[in-house]
């Protein structure tokens, strides 16, 4: 006997509620056999197909249940449900808006609209869809959980907590809520609360492995370094090809100092994903550190291979090119230029600056940097921007420094503008810059982290320099002049720039904020023995470095040497290789970080410093210098290996600049030879410094205000032939 069609259905859908999927559709199946339009069989049979994971056989049911019904709210809720399963995202949205047409109130429709508009990028319509959905029914937990993410997404930390909380309270138990709200307060850099909601998402789904990595995230940033291991290492438990734990697990270590570690954590993401662009940037990053920068340079070229639009990653690979031995001045310059072209070419732009091209007025200065704050760079041009003379410039300062100091406040109290851009993207600095109608605009960091060259990139000022930072050029075609000085660049070399040089008496200056101890005596008189040291940045001490310096321990059978900063994970290699060079352990001293004052003091135990290559010291340089201590250098063939032959000869010390190896150790033995001449040279280096153009800040300051005056001269000069050649064109015509 026939079933009748209605009862089967309520049959069927008593079946589907209790979860017995297959029986349903079993029944759904033999009312369609004898009923094909029956509707209700139709659209039930479409929502179970959705509801076992088959959307693309539910599409067909519920297609033919709307053709039925086109005004059936109940099917074209499904029906928008399936397609956006499918990802057919504009015929989704059609569905949702064709029920608001018909129940203008349906609170569902309504938060799935704003689903849909939001996976259509519409993220302005999709949280007013969210609203309207929430002011019919105000604890909504998703659409309070969705509007929270998306505002989110959007920046807006504070109304995303808020919906949050409130999503929270609605679905007390919902861990993705409780996870999605400990990022938006690690976001707030609330971390400690963030950590207790990743806690309570965890206690309620132990194994929710995001959770873990996002609690692991949170650590970090307190530094709790430990702790943030622990919880990556528990997500790889869990789930052992979870590629973002095993490279946090190494980003853990880097930041804990333990860099052999790390690289076993970045070579096991990069087994679970070998085109994890991420994992080969931190591996580079970790083996640039451990003195391999070959090695780095490799891993950034791969990295940059899968993500070749990341500015920031190829910036690094620039940076590491400079500790490359055997690269050329061309080699590096056409990796700043490639840079250039693949990054900041897209932002060129012919705009007209209307600046008043009068070559006397009062010029406004622009300086551009994250380091303003107790940073080596920072003390190159610090001076410049404290003395600069306020009838002829007036200054303003666009800092991305994320954490202020006393040396960030000084600075800020001295110049005519400060803006805190780090909120800014390049697009809204470059109009910033733009509306201050900045005449000369300067970049004091270089290819470095923290650089914003593609706000250069737009031109935003009529002349653009770059200096101090990192003095090497940018590659950068509107970036105008590049501050340096004979040495560091020789005439030889300009042409491979796309800035033109102008000369400082130095490419440094040197500020001196902040008490700093007296050179002692040399120590050699009192110790019967000289000591060399090197206070440079470890990662530019290659083992190459270290064996060249064993030769100079060797040819000195009692001298010492003394290292500073060195990492206690690095200690034994550096051991190692004097060891296997013949030297002594008892000969060496390895000293780790020190406040800035301290740092100083440990000059008063070293006689001589030696410079490392080939990237050398730019401002430890002239801070042995301060402290009585001279520096033996090689004068290399690209700019990084001049920066301390550059200070020294612009103090009268070129007679400690060598050209080669052999010359290096030589000058080194010969110079620790007579302790007579280094003890007066130590007595006198001081007020050396301090009396030079370098040391003297205000007349440092008065040489850069020189050069912006002359450069804007210059500028104004071809303004104005440039305005006299349209006058003449217009009379022609």
Known sequence: MRENPRKATQRALDLHRQGRLTEADRVYAS????????FDALHLRGLLRMHQGNPSEALPLIEAAVRLKPNSVEALSVFGAVLLSLDHHQNALEKYERILKIEPTNVDALYNRGVVLSKLGRDGESLASYERALAIRPNHGFALFNRGNLLAELGRYEPALESLDRALAAMPQNSEVLNNRGNVLAKLERHVEAIASFDKALAIRPTYVTALTNRGNAFKQLKRYAEALASFEHALRIQPDNVVAAYNCGNALVESGRLEEALAYFDMALTIEPNHADGLSARAYALFNLRRPGEAVECYRRALTITPDDAVLHTNLIFALNFIADASMADLQIERERWYQSHGERFATNAIHGNEPDPDRRLRIGYVSSHFRDQASVYAFGGVILNHDPDRFETVCYSDTLEGDDVTRQLEASVTKWHRTTHLSDDELAQLIRADQIDILVDAVGHMKGHRLLVFARKPAPIQMTAWGEPT?????SMDYLLADPVLIPARDRSVLTERVVDLPNFLGYWRPGQLPEPSQLPAIERGYITFGSFNRFAKILDSVLRLWATVLRAIPDAHLVLKPVDVSQRSRVEAIFADEGVAPERLTLLGESQRFDHFVAYQQIDIALDPFPHGGGMTTLDALWMGVPVVTLAGHTISSRLAAASLTALDLADFVAIDKDGYV?????????????????????ERIANSAIGDVARYARAVEAAYRGVWQQWCARSGSES??????LVRS
């Open 31 to 38: 009312i369609l056999a004898q009923s094909p339009d029956y």
């Open 473 to 477: 050029g940018t590659g950068i075609k």
């Open 666 to 686: 030589r000058l080194a033995v010969a110079k620790a030879a007579d302790l007579g001449e280094l003890a007066a040279l130590r007595a006198g280096l001081r």
């Open 724 to 729: 006299g050649d349209h006058l003449k064109a």
